[in-house]
């Protein structure tokens, strides 16, 4: 085997390893993308359209709210405006993994900007936890394989979505928290830092709870972020 | 099985005002050298975002605040925590927080 054929070796074998490192939160994706196209199709969009939606939008939470709010017939300008807010928060998850992948070109970046989601953003800062950089083509297959299993998530609960009366009973609706969690613990375990981080994750819940008390929801995600990093990079200045 | 122009408007747009802060900071800020206080800043953005979705899904599951006892969320959140400390299995700790909210749900 010459040099090159082992690079090409290396390289499939990092797209393989990224789809591994994807496959834990595929089930949480999968419950939860099945509670969307459930959540889609009851809003009355035909299936071509749930297709569109998870292909363009990608995003849990704001296909929830965009159905119902398509459901409910509002205004597309309002639809959009919401939409923005929701996800707004991937503003700080791409600025947050920006640095690791410093050795790509722009579309490149784009490319794996465009399919940033909350799991696939926790999954890939474990990964780069100790790292200067993240390698291009597990990033790819993390992405790809998070992507592919959104789509099919919201086209089986499109399809399959009346059969199933109650999904709570199955604690499906937990797969959410629970890979959270998980997500949350791995970072965590990942970093030499535990009593800064743990102020920093205190103080995110505790502003996300009153925030969204008072606003909503995904500005209290926003605003929590941008307080609790402010107090992590304050706490190790002065110490 | 079609596309109506309203909706496809929609979609559009919703996907669109997504798209640009997924991408404009990586685009942006993966090409400037970034002061070592926005590096800092930036390094506590992964337990931030992440506790702050915990915190929301745990504490105000459907938008408001879940009393303290009746939260059995909170509940199935502790052997889930305990899983993911002991085994760093993200799978593990999810079927934890499956399988206890399950049986939490039929014994309350």
């Keep these: 085997m010459n040099i090159s054929e082992n690079t090409l070796l290396r390289e499939e074998n990092s797209f393989l390893a990224g789809v591994r490192d994807c496959l834990p939160t595929v089930l949480g994706y999968l419950s939860i993308g099945f509670a969307a196209g459930v959540v889609e199709k009851t809003a009355g969009l035909s299936i071509v359209e749930i297709g569109l939606i998870s292909l363009l939008l990608y995003a849990g939470s704001g296909q929830f709210i965009a159905a119902a709010m398509i459901g409910a017939n509002s205004p597309a300008l309002a639809i959009i405006f919401t939409i923005f807010f929701v996800n707004l928060r991937h503003l700080l998850m791409s600025a947050a993994i920006s640095p690791y992948f410093r050795h790509l070109t722009p579309s490149k970046n784009i490319f794996i900007g465009s399919l940033l989601t909350d799991e696939t953003f926790g999954v890939a800062m474990n990964e780069a936890a100790g790292k200067k950089w993240l390698n291009e083509k597990w990033m790819y297959g993390l992405n790809i394989t998070a992507y592919l299993n959104w789509f099919i998530a919201n086209i089986a609960g499109a399809f399959f979505g009346e059969w199933i009366s109650d999904p709570e009973k199955f604690g499906l609706d937990f797969a959410l928290p629970g890979m959270f969690i998980g997500l949350l613990v791995l970072q965590l375990a990942s970093r030499r830092k535990l009593l800064k981080d743990v102020l920093v994750a205190l103080s995110a819940v505790a502003v996300v709870v009153g925030v969204s008390l008072v606003t909503s929801g995904s500005v209290g995600i926003i605003v929590a972020t941008i307080i609790a990093a402010t107090i992590g990079m304050a706490v190790e200045k002065w110490k | ?108």
């Excluded at chain 2, 199935?76 to 399950?102: D, E, H, K, N, Y």
């Design chain 2, 1 to 108: 099985m079609e596309v109506r122009w309203s909706i496809f408007l929609i979609i559009f747009g919703c996907a669109l005002v997504t798209f640009i802060p997924r991408v404009l900071p990586i685009a942006v800020l993966s090409r400037v050298e970034l002061p070592e206080w926005a590096m800092r800043w930036l390094n506590y953005v992964p337990i931030a975002v992440m506790a702050a979705l915990v915190g929301q899904e745990l504490l105000m599951p459907n938008g408001k605040l879940v009393p303290l006892q009746h939260n059995l969320e909170l509940i199935a959140a502790l052997p889930a925590f305990i899983t993911a400390i002991v085994t760093r299995s993200l799978l593990g700790t999810v079927v934890a927080g499956i399988v206890s909210i399950m049986v939490l749900r039929f014994v309350f």
